[in-house]
């Protein structure tokens, strides 16, 4: 298991629902033995490294890659020695691989051009009409900044807006990740297209300062940040509250400012094991809910082959443990799609409010 800066601690949340199930006896009677967390440092090499030793030294039979440097090296490895891993489904690992287990699915289908099929996700734009907007009024203007990512995820934005019946009036990523003091070059072109939504895609260190810059550039109309819902993170920085205040996020799974039964236990269960909760602990518990369901699923006699005819033979769907969790996801088709689904929020005297319900969309198919 291995995690990197970006995302602190989701070792903790993965741990806190492994210890829930090793206290109710454990599944199909079967103890798990959580060995803790590796840190890759931000290395991809030093991820494979660790990823070798815990195969064919530690003989692990499953591994959480929390982690952006769980590059294909590490993924391809993982997937020819058939090692269950399981992660965020953004990296190009969780698609169209047979032991890659996003929580979410497969996010980046569009991007993986080995795929036959790519498709775009719906649900980062149910923040749009949830601010009021009707899509045919709508005037989108995308800033992103210099890198890849933003540019598929913006392509992927635009062609679902384009589908549910609104207007893009520009859209680039062109903003250098670090060295920028003054952001109104980057935001004026976007005003000039008279936008009346803007999305961006930007780090969290500048989005105040990009927010700053659109308002002095007379910009007056709500600012969508699709990934800026990070649970428990307003509370420890103010500063960081106050420049996100009146901005739209999504949740990718029930935001736990929802009380639902899922949301409520995995509540007790951070209390037990004196977890803080933040986006990277609860994307682990989720991560851990589908390990232990899939663990159920394979039976009492366990081994790679009964696991991959459990999940992958085309019968099993993981639900959540208790309702009111993440999205159900069949296999194998969740190593293809995305569990296309998500709540709007908004920051509001510096907490996140949640507006809308917590609903599944048709992914976009984008690709061929």
């Given at each position: 298991m291995n995690l990197n800066a970006y995302f602190p601690?989701?070792?903790?949340?993965?741990?806190?629902?492994?210890?829930?199930?090793?206290?109710?006896?454990?599944?199909?009677?079967?103890?798990?033995?959580?060995?803790?967390?590796?840190?890759?440092?931000?290395?991809?090499?030093?991820?494979?490294?660790?990823?070798?030793?815990?195969?064919?030294?530690?003989?692990?039979?499953a591994m959480m890659q929390f982690s952006t440097f769980a590059t294909p090296q590490?993924?391809?490895?993982?997937?020819?020695?058939?090692?269950?891993?399981?992660?965020?489904?953004f990296l190009p690992g969780y698609c169209g691989t047979r032991w890659g287990f996003g929580f979410n699915g497969c996010l980046v289908s569009n991007g993986v051009t080995s795929l036959p099929y790519g498709f775009a996700y719906s649900a980062n734009n149910y923040e749009l009409p949830a601010s009021g907007l009707d899509y045919p009024?709508?005037?989108?203007?995308?800033?992103?900044?210099?890198?890849?990512?933003?540019?598929?995820?913006?392509?992927?934005?635009?062609?679902?807006?384009?589908?549910?019946?609104g207007q893009t009036v520009y859209n680039k990523s062109i903003m250098p990740l670090t060295g920028v003091t003054d952001y109104s070059p980057y935001t004026r072109p976007a005003l000039a297209a008279k936008p009346n939504a803007v999305v961006l895609n930007v780090g969290l260190a500048t989005v105040g300062q990009v927010m700053a810059a659109l308002k002095a550039g007379g910009y007056t109309g709500p600012v969508f940040n699709p990934s800026g819902y990070l649970p428990g993170l307003l509370e420890r920085q103010p500063a960081l509250a106050a420049a996100l205040e009146g901005s739209?996020?999504?949740?990718?799974?029930?935001?736990?400012?929802?009380?639902?039964?899922?949301?409520?236990?995995m509540a007790?269960?951070?209390?037990?094991?004196?977890?803080?909760v933040?986006?990277?602990?609860?994307?682990?518990y989720a991560m851990a809910d589908m390990f232990l369901s899939q663990l159920a699923a394979a039976g009492p006699d366990l081994n790679t082959k009964t696991f991959d005819q459990a999940v992958n033979g085309g019968g099993y769907t993981y639900t959540s443990s208790t309702p009111g969790g993440p999205a159900s996801l069949p296999f194998p088709a969740g190593h293809f799609t995305?569990?296309?689904?998500?709540?709007?929020?908004?920051?509001?005297?510096?907490?996140?409010?949640?507006r809308g319900p917590f609903k599944c969309f048709a992914s976009l198919q984008s690709r061929p």
């Open positions: 601690n989701p070792d903790t949340g993965f741990k806190a629902r492994i210890d829930r199930a090793n206290a109710a006896g454990g599944v199909n009677g079967r103890m798990i033995d959580f060995l803790g967390c590796n840190d890759d440092g931000g290395s991809a090499d030093t991820n494979l490294a660790i990823s070798k030793r815990l195969v064919e030294q530690d003989q692990v039979f590490v993924t391809d490895y993982l997937n020819q020695n058939e090692v269950p891993f399981y992660g965020y489904g009024d709508m005037k989108v203007a995308f800033i992103g900044t210099d890198n890849d990512s933003s540019r598929s995820s913006f392509d992927d934005a635009e062609k679902v807006l384009k589908a549910d019946g739209w996020s999504v949740s990718q799974t029930p935001p736990v400012e929802m009380k639902t039964p899922y949301n409520e236990q007790k269960d951070f209390q037990a094991d004196n977890v803080e933040s986006q990277a602990t609860v994307y682990g995305q569990a296309d689904c998500g709540a709007p929020m908004q920051v509001e005297n510096k907490k996140y409010v949640v």
